[in-house]
């Protein structure tokens, strides 16, 4: 009918149907609802929280500016404020999605975010150090003494890998599962602001061991979440690929059922076997 070209569609999702063609079709369904991914929809979402924009400068700035004052002043605190303020999830879990889908736009769009997003701001993180020194709000020499609230920032471990891992494949199913409480548990899990915060910070106050340590501990957690992120959507492709073809064979027998045996007693058959067991 050419609706799309002439018109719009518009799709939105319904607070409560009642209708029993609608549980019907909810039981024929293979898979569980709650399992159920709209891809578009998925895409979407991920598409605005991707895009290079002021807003998304305006908080990769203000998070590592947190996580600058965190460094400086051992404020466990503000280190974690810094990692919950952090937008860079958006466009990690962009890059996942258009490497999985070939959404080749999307994922260009989503790396600029990324490489224009954090040497800005850690550029402003450390013009903002180099104006602390003078004004006496810094000491130079706090950084070689070490702090355990910041000494995990710039030792990357085998436990960094696996933590950013885990906090991308839980940032993932939250995402597609529609459950964005999960992600502030993503945001502190992961030590992406911190790791690019202190790198600032250590390369104005010339600590260049702990910056190289830092800039490390950064790598390793994007590389983590997107190597995660890319694992749970190619999981989740591959069991609703296999869902559909079962659902699909499913049905192909039991019309054959249908064909060959008593009406009425098939259709019994099937509503018993279809039904939900206690």
């Given at each position: ?22 549980d019907e079709a909810e039981q ?20 605005e929280d991707s895009k290079l ?226």
């Open positions: 009918m050419g609706i799309v070209k002439v018109g719009s569609v518009s799709v939105s999702e319904p607070g409560l149907v009642l209708s029993e063609r609608v024929a369904a293979p898979g569980e609802g709650a399992d159920a991914i709209i891809w578009d929809e998925v895409e979407a979402h991920t598409g924009s002021w807003s998304f400068l305006a908080f990769l700035v203000i998070a590592l500016q947190l996580a600058g004052i965190g460094i400086v002043t051992n404020s466990t605190i503000a280190i974690v404020g810094a990692m919950v303020v952090g937008p860079e999830f958006g466009p990690l879990a962009g890059i996942a999605l258009g490497l999985v889908n070939r959404r080749w736009a999307l994922a260009k769009s989503s790396a600029l975010a990324l490489g224009v997003g954090f040497p800005v701001a850690m550029a402003v993180t450390a013009g903002a150090a180099w104006l602390s020194v003078p004004l006496g709000l810094v000491d130079q020499s706090f950084l070689q003494h070490g702090s355990p609230a910041t000494e995990f920032i710039y030792h990357p471990g085998p436990y960094s890998l696996i933590v950013a891992m885990l906090a991308g494949a839980a940032g993932m199913l939250s995402l597609i599962g529609r459950k964005s409480a999960v992600l502030v548990g993503v945001f502190i899990s992961v030590t992406t602001v911190p790791a690019a915060g202190y790198v600032a910070v250590a390369l104005v106050l010339g600590e260049p061991a702990q910056a190289a340590g830092s800039a490390l501990q950064l790598v390793l957690n994007l590389t983590g979440i997107i190597i995660a992120a890319v694992a749970v959507l190619v999981f989740y492709w591959c069991v609703s690929k296999i869902s559909n073809e079962c659902g699909f064979k499913l049905g192909l027998c039991r019309d054959q059922l249908l064909r060959c045996c008593c009406p009425r007693l098939s259709v019994l058959c099937w509503r018993l076997y279809r039904s939900p067991r206690l």
